[in-house]
């Protein structure tokens, strides 16, 4: 069964960077054709995808972070990371790490395990 | 991006009945729709994928369709633990986007 826990500071200053770690067990992160994805839901609100890496390396961002995020892989770990930089209130949020895989087609792609979310506030 | 809109935002109903859950969005996204449920203070979980298939272990009371643009979740037969949030979310393409959620309360 594979499992994923979100860790990291759960209060960030304005205008600092946020980061993130996730750890997968019951698993390796670089093996099968995963995507290791980032979202997030700021409290009461809807979700938000913020992103993803592939096993290779391939990296998916959402445009509307407008560059300031950075997602990363340590297959050493079994961890992969989430930075995201100039941080403001708006960033406060349930920060979710899940796991992308393909439906037999080899097409259709769907998050089937997901942590259970770290809470991130920004403020001073 | 490609935009995902649910309807209702909100619904009561009572154990037992029929629950219908549209997602329409905004340029066809074939079959690559997926749905979640979420549960105050959980993770959302993976109720169905590519628009029709159940995923493993979830109840056949939820059921999918749609293909295109306009999607549907059903629940059969609503019971007491799923009284929840449900999301629907496109997998066309990233930016991946959600829609805006549908909550399921009692009546």
Sequence with gaps: QVQLQE???????????????????????????????????????????????????????????????????????????????????????????????????????????WGQGTLVTVSS | DIQMTQSPSSLSASVGDRVTITCRASQSVSNYLNWYQQKPGKAPKLLIYAASSLQTGVPSRFSGSGSGTDFTLTISSLQPEDFATYYCQGSYGTPWTFGQGTKVELK
């Excluded at chain 1, 209060?11 to 698993?27: E, M, N, R």
């Excluded at chain 1, 895989?101 to 259709?108: K, L, M, T």
Aim: charged share 15%; proline share 4%; hydrophobic share 35%.
């Design chain 1, 7 to 113: 860790s990291g500071p759960g209060l960030v200053k304005p205008s600092q960077t946020l980061s993130l770690t996730c750890t997968v067990s019951g698993g390796s992160i670089s093996s099968g054709a995963y995507y290791w994805s980032w979202i997030r839901q700021p409290a009461g609100k809807g979700l938000e995808w913020i992103g993803r890496i592939y096993t290779s390396g391939s990296i998916n961002y959402n445009p509307s972070l407008k560059g300031r995020v950075a997602i990363s892989l340590d297959t050493t770990k079994n961890q992969f990371s989430l930075q995201l930089s100039s941080v403001t209130a708006a960033d406060t949020a349930m920060y979710y790490c899940a796991r992308d895989i393909a439906a037999a087609d080899g097409w259709a792609r769907y998050l089937d395990y």
